[in-house]
């Protein structure tokens, strides 16, 4: 086969799997693609005017430069990327050890990124990973929760590559969706206590967007119920076993009579219960304690934590089905999937 000029043909060149192409780079720039390429990969080669047209255009189309082999435009990586934002704790374990077992059973690998809990912006890690993942072309995307900056967005639904979006709800997922309502678990959480009798409660926080809105969930239920207004105390994630134990101080120190507390995280959960024993508190006589997770200590510790249950293994087997199914050409079943939460009763509450 003879050498080519086409800059499709080399790394770095050319999208592919459906995402903008460097042609529509160029068409966007009023340049040629071989100028697009060289402003790509060499940009002393062309002028400050140009290099900026181009630039103007990758940033608006949202394309990024294809680092595998651009002459196997076939070719598959058989590699999925999943973003969480942490990696510490067991909150997510379920999810990706599910995502490990059934892809490589597909005949793919998983990697993982840690993307944290900071507000999304331009600057993001999140964003940062993304352009790395994206220009190594993974057949799928795995990402918890459907904040993302507009910037990242773009880039995901420019990219063609196959996502899923996890342990949230949106009505205009970037492309398929395991949806899980953090609303409807503050509410449900809320009518667990009332109906235990608990009606001055307090709600340890983490800030993460989620979090928040499973203590909003928790709050809107609280009045429509006419219960006193909830006692919030916010707290920076990731949430910890210290955060707990400092946070029922806190609430108490405000509220002596409080019946009740919600955390955010089991972890969180565990150490009001730490420091509840501490205090020589009768558990759930005195204070109700409820959690979030089910980590796997919840069942076993003294005494045990109720909490609210998402089926983590559930998430990442369907996200896995999903993205091999999208990768091999074919839609499945459905786009959108409610994975849904229970509580699981024990002794705290």
């Known amino acids: 086969m003879t050498a080519t000029s086409d800059p499709s043909r080399h790394p770095g060149r050319a999208q592919d799997k459906g995402g903008v192409t460097l042609r529509e780079v160029a068409r966007a720039a009023n340049v040629s693609m071989i100028t697009v390429s ?34 196997l435009r076939s070719s598959r990586s058989y590699l999925v990327m999943a973003l969480v934002p942490t990696i510490a704790g067991s909150l997510f374990s ?33 964003d940062a990973l993304l352009r790395a993942i994206i220009g190594r072309r993974p057949d799928g995307i795995v990402l918890t929760g459907i904040m993302h900056s507009a910037q990242g967005r773009q880039l995901l639904k420019s990219s063609g590559i196959p996502v899923v979006e996890t342990w949230d709800s949106t009505p205009t997922p970037i ?36 979090a928040r809105r499973r203590a909003a969930g928790y709050r809107r239920r609280a009045r429509e119920l006419g219960l006193p207004e909830p006692l919030v105390h916010p707290v920076p994630a990731p949430t910890t076993h210290a955060d707990g134990r400092a946070g029922l101080r806190a609430v108490l120190a405000r509220d002596p009579s409080i019946q009740a507390v919600f955390c955010t995280s089991d972890m969180m959960a565990i150490g009001v219960i730490t420091e509840a024993v501490a205090r020589g508190l009768s558990l759930p006589g005195q204070l109700a304690v409820m959690g979030f997770g089910d980590m796997d200590i919840a069942a076993s510790m003294t005494p045990s934590l109720t909490t609210v249950r998402v089926d983590g293994a559930a998430i990442g087997a369907t996200a896995a089905e999903m993205i091999a199914t999208r990768a091999n050409g074919r839609a499945p079943p459905q786009a959108v999937v409610d994975i849904g939460f229970s509580i699981v009763r024990r002794d705290s509450a």
């Open 175 to 210: 492309d398929m969706l395991l949806s899980l309502s953090h609303d409807a678990i503050g509410r449900a959480v809320c009518d667990y206590l009332h109906a235990a009798g608990k009606s001055r409660c307090a709600i340890l926080t983490g800030d993460d967007e989620r």
């Open 38 to 71: 060289r402003a790509i990969n060499n940009p002393r080669q062309v002028s400050a005017i140009t290099l900026e047209k181009v630039n103007a255009a990758i940033q608006a189309l949202g394309y990024v430069p294809n680092l595998m082999a651009g002459g």
């Open 94 to 126: 379920g999810m990706l050890q599910a995502l490990t077992v059934s892809l490589e059973a597909k005949g793919y690998q998983l990697m993982v990124g840690q993307i944290g809990y900071e507000p999304d912006d331009e600057t993001s890690r999140e």
